[in-house]
């Protein structure tokens, strides 16, 4: 992986998010970049200076941030690990997709929460709108990512074919971290399937991942998103991966239930999404 996206609002739940960056950066080659937001509905790149200079009250929290930032990266800075900052002016979501898009990113390390998060509300909304535009993976953090947690990956999935591409994204990661991966199926009364055809799809999925270490676990629960935190936490699993559909289908799941199993645990999910 070359290039990671941290977004950064300066509240605890960023910074967690970046040192996570850090220590999956560490164990490759990649590069970081720190993007702080000016949230406005303005079409920022577009103005002209003249244009721009009429809106002052914008201008100095650009260069608010850009100060603010330059002294997080240079609190934050690890020796071999390339970090830059930029500071965009906008949505929020939207820039942050952007970046990415022009950056060619492989990985966005996102916190759960933005600055002003009320404790017990659900996770925020820029994480979610980024969940649902960006191309690339997304890894979403409560609390920083350690050693042990780089080590251990549930892969939650149905295990049908039109998830496959998105696991395919998820590789360059994988491969990075060197972690060991375990597909989980997550057997609920609602869409059961005998333990021989759970197996199955788990086998035929793993066709051409051999390159992979992979282990194959199926889980009985009512819910599929309280079995997928149940069997994280129980076997100690550092991060959760999960390939959602933009669109309903009774195959996979939805970006909906990636989100839930967010919230319901300190667990970092990783989100790939399809169409």
């Known amino acids: 992986m070359k290039r990671i996206i941290v977004p950064v609002d300066f509240s605890s739940y960023s910074e967690n998010a970046f040192l996570s960056a850090l ?29 721009k200079s009429k809106h002052q009250d914008i201008i100095d929290l650009e260069a608010e941030s850009r100060d603010k930032l330059k002294a997080f990266i240079m609190d934050h800075k690890s020796p071999g690990i390339p970090i830059e900052g930029v500071v965009e002016v906008g949505l929020p979501d939207e820039e942050i997709v952007n970046l ?6 492989d990985l966005i390390v996102i916190g759960a929460y933005g600055k002003g ?7 925020g909304s820029n994480l979610q709108k980024v969940m649902r ?4 993976p997304v890894l979403a953090v409560k609390k920083p990512l350690n050693g042990n947690d780089l080590r251990k990956m549930a892969f939650a999935s149905l295990f049908n074919e039109e998830s496959k591409p998105a696991f395919t994204r998820m590789k360059p990661l994988i491969k990075q971290l060197r972690c060991a991966v375990h597909f989980l199926f997550v057997n609920t009364p609602e ?33 599929a998103e309280n079995g997928i935190v149940e069997f994280a936490t129980r076997n100690n699993i550092g991060f959760i991966g999960m390939a959602s559909n933009k669109r309903k289908s009774a195959n996979t799941y939805m970006i909906g239930a990636t989100e839930t199993v967010l919230f319901k645990s300190e667990i970092p999910v990783l989100s790939v999404k399809f169409e």
């Open 133 to 136: 535009q960006a191309n690339c």
């Open 23 to 51: 220590k999956i950066a560490s164990k490759g080659n990649s590069s970081i970049t720190c993007v702080n937001v000016v949230a406005s509905t303005l079409k920022w790149a577009k103005l002209d200076e003249k244009e």
């Open 191 to 223: 869409k059961f399937v005998t333990s021989m055809e759970s197996e199955h799809k788990m086998q035929k999925y793993a066709i051409g991942q051999e390159e992979l270490i992979i282990h194959k676990h199926v889980y009985n629960h009512h819910e």
């Open 100 to 105: 990415a898009e022009k950056q060619a990113a």
């Open 117 to 123: 998060h009320i404790e017990g509300k659900f996770i």
